[in-house]
């Protein structure tokens, strides 16, 4: 029957299904959402019920035959533009690796991922590893039975990579952090030879609704559209999208530090640049979502970073800051201040670890995941290697299991794979802004007087548009004429702390 | 392959279903809370569409022949409770009442409903009838073909009534609009020619976060439980249960108007405690629902009125509301507040209406609704009706349709049958009222101190823990021992405002 279709109609047939399968997953975004904002106390328990409903139901819809059978025609279809064609591709592509997984697979794996998500909260709350450590086990070996569902070539954990960032591997990673241990540890040493910047007043008294308003104020400069977004508190921060007009970030406030607030809003606010500049007519289908993860951290890393801790930046920016918090900034110079925006210190905890440390973190992670995977590490010996890595790499030594591998709820859920795209987001945005700034004229004065309409603009043409079009590596050949090059973020790491520093 | 399994095994297949299909249901009432609060400008586009993928998953869901040919098999089951075999009753009632609607008709109601609201936006825009009358008369003639498709025996209007008010009917309502316009018109009557009560006081400035903190305290005085809920700003406040572990209400704050949040606030919490008191274990079944919209709209107002409108009920609250809004109110007695929140005044607008007129707007509605049902009525003579019921009823003169028949939205969404239940509410909650004060040893005591656990109590043990299993009226006659009898409002109104104006 399908075959008496045009290939318009059969497109339109394809469409309908996708974006009721986005509706159904933007409608637990939405109930996800507010979980994390607004849901009472006691909510919590059906709020989980609904959000498995919901989710059962988008699985039922993206795996039913029929879907299949409509890929599978429109495939073999040329009269498609090049979008339609590569929406097509791709869904196909989801959906027969959604297809790979056994039901029985499926239900294993969400109990145990519930199982190990109690563990690893009960574990931290005894400050013990061992608690965590046999869930732990059986999620690993759940994951390596998934590299054989999935199917891989060279290296089992490129079988879980490709889950967050298509065509990244094990191969590429090695060579990238090789090139990290090799140039950005000397660099780390020279450092510490240094003495370390002040940062004490970041810590005075910072007062809530003025933190909230000067965040409101940034994200606005960034050209954050509030017609079509909000920003609303939550414990973690986070951006979440419902659809390109509706794309909402969080934040949180900590009257003692006003660093906590600040680059959370831009970085959330790198992320919903991205969300927001989703081409909408694409809503449901590939090319209407983000190119990968690492592409999507290369927005928010380059907002908060390369942009956002500039001294350019808050040439502009640092006067009405002292205006706001008067008591606690008017005696500190600009240059003070961005140095102690840019201190390098080796540390514990991943998420509070600076633009260069941050890396090593991401590493010993890696490292760790891809020994789980390939079995040439076990569960049981996880801690001692963790705080061995950390004093290899970082000379700090791990007092317990919540400052060290208890830290991240990553592996509590299956996330295995998901930590490098960390790492490759600042490099994507290391090599993407320093190809912005030989293509657009005036950048940096531009960035100077607080105007930034020519950089969102930038990124809109070059990045987000495209959706999943390209793949992150093409998408980076395509911006910047090379693949994904780690020199971009070592030069500009050299530059700017050989600066601060006076290397 | 059903025949073979247990009762208890059917059971809990019934309730899977049934909780799936409420996990769908709560996902949109989610998302339409959201659109009330905080859905930024652009995104209602979307929001739309996610809504309608949700109703079409649960409608897909309710109607399928599985579910059917399963609550048939359990009807015939006699090992279940009664609660099991009412749940198993009603699902089966509302099953078939859905199938009875071709989808045809379905369809073409939605995209009327659609429409008509669109041209009542627009009529309102224009001040002007004529723009929503062919929409309207349209809708009406669809209303008609849904009377015959769920089938009636006295008057079509039936049909439509039951959706809302099981149970009620022409023959009762033509009673009970016939006992308010002989026993209220000369109650009126007598108010008119007394001096109006002073009300000025009410419009002074009262600020915004003040009024916002009383209401919170309200409602925690009432008994509402914030860890199972939460207040809001919308435009129109409403209430809203996604569980009764998460039931929300939400407020408007007019800082010329004290008395539009103070009540609001006591209504919907009234709604608000009925939902959180229904029992958590019937989630997704017919005895976890809420018995009719005149029983909730009984205990909104048997809160609103009854309680938070009485002498008793200020005594303890006003002492507090001067000590916070002091230059507005310190020179105002108790007994003068008293009585510019009971104030009586024929008006135009229904939601504004006080307790004694507002049966009047109501009636109006009955009457034009039935007209139009049976064919009496034509949509092009409703303008100049409507205008002489309120010159008739209310002695008023009607001005333009803004403030005559375009002020309900209930039409424009096919809502016929919904008005009678406002009235009902009211009724019942006097009768109930007057119950509650002869079994609760010390209410009235309990009520001017401050204390209203023994009230909820009565209500949780008497209604709310019933949800559906009873209609409206088998729970008016367990708890009262009578059905729905019109002078007990009649009695509570002539002590009251006979009181307050000395008659």
Redesign the interface.
């Known amino acids: 029957m399908t075959v008496q279709k045009t290939s318009r109609e059969l497109y339109e047939d394809y469409k309908a299904k996708m974006?009721?399968i986005a509706?159904?997953r933007?409608?637990m975004a939405?109930?996800s959402w507010?979980q994390e904002t607004?849901?009472?106390?006691?909510?919590a328990?059906?709020?989980g019920?609904?959000l498995?409903?919901?989710s059962t139901?988008a699985h039922e819809l993206f795996t039913e035959d029929a879907l299949g059978t409509l890929l599978k025609e429109l495939s073999s279809r040329s009269d498609l533009s090049a979008t339609e064609q590569k929406n097509i591709a791709l869904s196909l592509e989801d959906y027969e690796k959604q297809r790979k997984y056994p039901a029985s697979f499926v239900a294993e794996l969400s109990s145990a991922t519930n199982a190990a998500y109690h563990a690893w909260i009960r574990a931290r709350k005894e400050n013990n590893f061992a608690v965590f450590e046999p869930l732990l086990s059986k999620m690993v070996a759940l994951k390596r039975r998934e590299t054989d569902i999935l199917g891989y070539e060279a290296h089992p954990y490129d079988a879980l990579l490709n889950e967050y960032e298509k065509g990244a591997d094990v191969s590429m990673l090695d060579t990238i952090f090789r090139d990290v241990k090799e140039s950005l540890l000397p660099l780390l040493q020279k450092i510490a030879l240094q003495d370390a910047p002040d940062k004490q007043f970041l810590n005075r008294h910072y007062p809530k609704d003025a933190q909230w308003e000067f965040g409101l104020n940034l994200l606005k400069a960034m050209g954050y559209?509030?017609?079509?977004?909000?920003q609303?508190v939550s414990e973690h921060p986070f951006t979440t999208s419902?659809?390109p007009?509706?794309v909402?970030v969080t934040t949180r406030i900590d009257e003692q530090d006003l660093g906590n607030m600040t680059w959370s809003c831009i970085h959330e606010g790198g992320h919903a640049l991205y969300e927001q500049g989703l081409p909408t007519e694409e809503?449901g289908l590939p090319c209407g979502e983000a190119a990968s993860l690492g592409i999507h951290e290369s927005q928010s890393r380059l907002w908060e970073n390369n942009v956002g801790r500039s001294l350019i930046f808050w040439q502009h920016h640092y006067g009405k800051l002292q205006g706001i918090f008067r008591s606690s900034l008017q005696a500190v110079p600009l240059n003070d201040f961005y140095q102690a925006i840019n201190l390098v210190q080796p540390s514990l905890i991943r998420t509070e670890a600076d633009e260069l440390t941050y890396h090593f973190h991401v590493m010993i992670r890696y490292e760790i995941e891809k020994g789980l995977i390939e079995g040439s590490l076990q569960t049981k010996d996880l801690r001692d290697t963790w705080n061995q890595y950390y004093l290899d790499y970082l000379q700090v030594e791990v007092p317990d299991d919540m400052k060290g591998v208890l830290q991240d709820i990553h592996w509590s859920h299956g996330s295995f794979g998901y930590f490098p795209t960390y790492s490759l987001g600042s490099f994507y945005a290391a090599q993407l802004f320093t190809t912005a700034k030989k293509q657009i004229p005036g950048l940096e004065n531009a960035i100077a007087s607080g105007a930034y309409g020519s950089l969102l603009q930038w990124l809109r043409e070059n990045i987000h548009r495209y959706g999943r079009f390209y793949t992150s590596n093409e998408l980076c050949e395509k911006v910047t004429s090379e693949k994904l090059n780690f020199r971009y973020f070592l030069e500009y790491a050299r530059e700017k702390f050989g600066g601060i520093y006076q290397l």
Chains 1, 2 share one sequence.
């Open positions: 974006q009721k509706d159904v933007n409608a939405i109930l507010d607004y849901l009472p106390e006691k909510g328990g059906f709020r019920q609904q498995t409903t919901l139901i559209d509030f017609k079509a977004g909000r609303d419902f659809n007009q509706d909402r809503y």
